[in-house]
């Protein structure tokens, strides 16, 4: 397979799928489409995609199939259920799974499929939003087989500024899940952080500028807490839901592991609460929300 050529195949147009296809269709790629979800669809047929019926379909006309779907039971089923992707399988092909699912779950899946058929499997979830995906500056981690990851690094080169082969299959899945903890515990430190300066009168606004360069700084200081601030949460960048959903697999992975993470639990027991009130749709970022009413 000639990767710089390679026929893309997308499943999965959520928020992140839909900035990851028209960035690929952008780029020239060209990229056949399917959703649960048809109403997903026809947008991305607008701007040059095909629309294929099933991910078996999809896979038969692609030699790249890219996947992003919500947990572990919709890869798995994306994969091997009824026309799924096993179904046209090959060893001419990959699958490039940029879902958010459970490494151990990954690796099972990855060596089925290539017993089955031969295909690759690359575990590559990512960091970063749908800006992100639009601009191809993604922070991609993956796990799999080093040849399958050399074929798919002109994909790769296209969505990601930041993309890292971390170690073989569900490598890339346990480095999304640290990603997660930081993340995630970020999330209500800053939600914390606003509130105690909002209380305090202080001009909460002019907090990333005043602790720029100093131990406090970080991306998320600079991006995250700036729309905190101005509680700008529709459309929702992400779902509420879906950092609860990955909160929650690290919090298992660290049971299993015997680890004793309370940053991880409290975060996410704040986060359990927020959803657990309806906000499951909601922004990710309004966990603000979760600690004094929006102003």
């Excluded at 026929?7 to 990229?31: N, Y």
């Excluded at 509130?195 to 360069?213: H, M």
Aim: hydrophobic share 45%; with cysteine; aromatic share 4%.
């Amino acid at each position: 397979m000639a990767a710089e050529r390679a026929r893309i195949g997308f499943v999965g147009l959520g928020i992140m799928g839909t900035a990851m296809t028209l960035r690929l269709l952008e780029q020239g790629w060209p990229v056949t489409v399917w959703n649960l979800e048809p109403e997903r669809v026809p947008p991305l047929v607008a701007a040059g995609a095909v629309a294929a019926q099933s991910p078996e379909q999809v896979t038969r006309t692609s030699d790249i199939v890219i996947m992003c779907v919500l947990h572990t039971d919709a890869v798995r089923e994306c994969v091997f259920g009824a026309q799924g992707i096993a179904a046209a399988a090959g060893a001419d092909k990959i699958l490039i799974d940029h879902s958010t699912i459970d490494p151990a779950a990954t690796r099972e899946m990855a060596t089925q499929l290539q017993a089955k058929s031969g295909m690759g499997w690359v575990d590559a979830p990512v960091s970063g939003g749908p800006v992100q995906s639009r601009s191809g500056t993604l922070t991609i981690m993956a796990g799999g087989d080093a040849r399958d990851i050399e074929a798919i690094r002109p994909v790769m080169a296209d969505l990601a500024a930041n993309f890292t082969h971390i170690g073989p299959s569900g490598a890339g899945q346990t480095a999304k899940m640290i990603n997660q903890l930081i993340v995630g515990s970020t999330y209500v430190v800053l939600a914390e952080a606003l509130t105690l300066a909002e209380a305090a009168g202080v001009d909460a606004s002019r907090l990333p500028q005043c602790l720029a360069g100093g131990h406090a700084d970080s991306t998320l200081l600079k991006h995250l807490y700036p729309q905190m601030q101005a509680r700008d949460f529709d459309p929702p960048r992400a779902y509420a839901r879906q950092l609860l959903k990955d909160l929650k697999a690290v919090t298992a992975e660290a049971h299993q592991l015997a680890l004793s993470l309370p940053m991880l639990e409290a975060a996410t027991r704040r986060y359990a609460d927020y959803v657990g009130q309806g906000n499951g749709m909601k922004d990710t970022a309004s966990i603000v929300n979760s600690y004094r009413p929006a102003a």
